[in-house]
């Protein structure tokens, strides 16, 4: 839900404003056909957080769309669309033109969508471990898969005819790592200051007696 929401805060963004799409519907869906669907199927075969079996069971009439959930939607929705908007201005900003500024902000996005894997993995703990760099087996394959698939969409001559891709100069490549290095810290940051002001948990029976 917030990769789709920034994409949809970035389309929806250019159309009020009577901008250029920063990226086409074609490229849109593939993104969604190949990164978003590897990198979410994974997070079935994580294994549970540490601390899973000390936090209280839901509330039975509690919704699935939680008060936190819906702002952890808006909040990461938002920095994938100023990931997405950033990089094409920026882009465009210097002399690329559209063609070459699109490819850019896919690219961009589909960062974006890793760094957030490695964060999500842990919505409560930190993923700045050894353990939460390190990944699973499934992760690693994921993002492995993710980097050659969009290594093809971005070099291979085929797709610059059927996605209206260009090749993205490689010593330009650390602009964009730097862009989902950028939403990995702030949601360490979102996820320290939340640890930080949580209501201390209720004693046990046990405890108050």
């Known amino acids: 839900m917030p990769i789709n929401g920034g994409e949809s805060f970035a389309i929806v963004f250019a159309l009020l404003l009577g901008l250029t799409l920063p990226i086409t519907p074609l490229q849109i869906l593939w993104v969604n056909l190949v990164s978003s669907v590897a990198l979410a199927m994974v997070l079935a075969f994580e294994p549970a957080e540490p601390d899973i079996m000390a936090r209280p069971p839901r509330p039975p009439g509690e919704p699935i769309l939680t008060a936190f959930l819906l702002w952890r939607v808006l909040f990461v929705s938002t920095l994938f669309f100023a990931g997405i908007i950033g990089i094409f201005e920026w882009t465009e900003a210097h002399g690329a033109s559209i063609a070459e500024a699109r490819p850019w902000a896919v690219n961009t996005l589909v960062v974006m969508e890793v760094f957030y894997l490695f964060s999500v993995r842990f919505l409560r703990?930190?993923?700045?471990?050894?353990?939460?760099?390190?990944?699973?087996?499934?992760?690693?394959?994921?993002?492995?898969?993710?980097?050659?698939?969009?290594?093809f969409f971005t070099y291979a001559p085929v797709m610059e005819t059927l996605f209206d891709t260009r090749p993205l100069?490689?010593?330009?490549?650390?602009?964009?790592?730097?862009?989902?290095?950028?939403?990995?810290?702030?949601l360490e940051i979102e996820k320290a200051l939340r640890r930080a002001f949580a209501p201390a948990p209720a004693p046990a029976e046990g405890d108050r007696a």
């Open 169 to 186: 100069p490689l010593d330009h490549v650390p602009v964009v790592l730097g862009i989902g290095v950028a939403v990995f810290v702030i």
């Open 125 to 151: 703990s930190t993923s700045l471990t050894l353990r939460g760099a390190r990944g699973t087996p499934p992760v690693l394959i994921a993002i492995g898969a993710v980097i050659l698939l969009q290594g």
